[in-house]
């Protein structure tokens, strides 16, 4: 499902759902329903459900940059998950929804990577002809360096513990098809979009600054999988691969962000999806659009 699109000064940025999800509260560890009490206010109901599960959105985020199409996290994709993912197999209509908002095949630029956990890399193929090829066909793939070298260096299995099960699938047919650029932290996409490190819940874990008329965006990529964590950055998740540095990580984009108005877009935030982090008494916490 698509949604009314953003406007960061030129840029234009449309929010595409492969699908919602609710998942318990113990997918935030040393999250606890007492400390989640002072939140419940203005986290229900789009972020947080009566019994305190979690309301996430898997989504892909299409921005018009000028002339360029540009695709972030392409979401699941129509592909065999592991049976314990089973309940988040990725919707194969997707596809039809980005041709529709303008990110067909043929029609985008770059696809972004913040990281590869497989809800970030699904559509980056699709099986054709007998094998995987790259879905959108005249798109160069920007991939972190550290990220990819790290999960190519780790064995299959414990990949997969760590959501990384479709790299031959989903990232290995791009680079035999020459579209994939590695990158390190402070590349720029284009002019107004910057690449900036945010590691923890991945090794090489980025995030998308977006800078254009005055105006700045963050699309946090998992740094931040649901917005009480920008209130308790100390919340790590079950998915992050080094918890110390994730917490770390977002205590570091809350001070910097905090009463900043810069829009923060979480890529799993369910709609309204984005917001600003705002001081309230001695705590921080994150206002949604339209609140």
Avoid at 111 to 116: A, G, R
Avoid at 184 to 196: F, K, M, N, Y
């Amino acid at each position: 499902m698509a949604y009314e699109p953003w406007r960061i000064g030129d840029v234009t940025i449309h929010r595409v759902v492969e699908r919602t999800t609710r998942i318990p509260l113990a997918f935030l560890p040393t999250a606890t329903t007492s400390a989640l009490a002072p939140h419940r206010d203005w986290l229900r109901p789009w972020a947080l459900t009566d019994d305190d599960e979690l309301l996430l959105a898997i989504q892909a985020l299409c921005l018009a940059v000028g002339d360029q199409r540009i695709l972030i996290d392409p979401c699941i994709g129509p592909r065999q998950l592991p049976d314990e993912y089973a309940w988040v197999a990725g919707d194969s209509g997707l596809l039809g929804e980005l041709t529709a908002a303008g990110f067909g095949r043929d029609d985008v630029d770059v696809v972004l990577c913040t990281h590869l956990h497989f809800d970030h890399v699904g559509w980056n193929t699709l099986w054709e002809n007998d094998s995987w090829v790259p879905t959108f066909r005249k798109a160069r793939y920007v991939i972190g360096r550290a990220e990819y070298e790290h999960w190519r260096a780790t064995p299959e299995p414990e990949q997969a513990e760590s959501n990384v099960f479709n790299l031959a699938d989903a990232v290995e047919p791009l680079f035999a098809a020459g579209q994939v650029d590695l990158v390190e932290p402070g590349h720029r996409v284009s002019e107004a979009l910057q690449l900036v490190a945010t590691p923890g819940h991945s090794p090489g874990h980025l995030s998308v600054r977006i800078t254009s008329g005055g105006e700045t965006a963050l699309v946090t990529g998992d740094c931040a999988h649901h917005p009480v964590q920008l209130a308790e950055p100390q919340w790590y998740s079950l998915a992050d691969f080094d918890r110390e540095q994730a917490c770390d990580t977002r205590r570091r984009l809350v001070a910097e962000y905090a009463d900043s108005g810069v829009l923060i877009i979480g890529t799993h935030f369910r709609p309204p999806g984005a917001g600003h982090l705002v001081t309230d008494g001695d705590a921080v916490r994150f206002r949604p659009l339209g609140a």
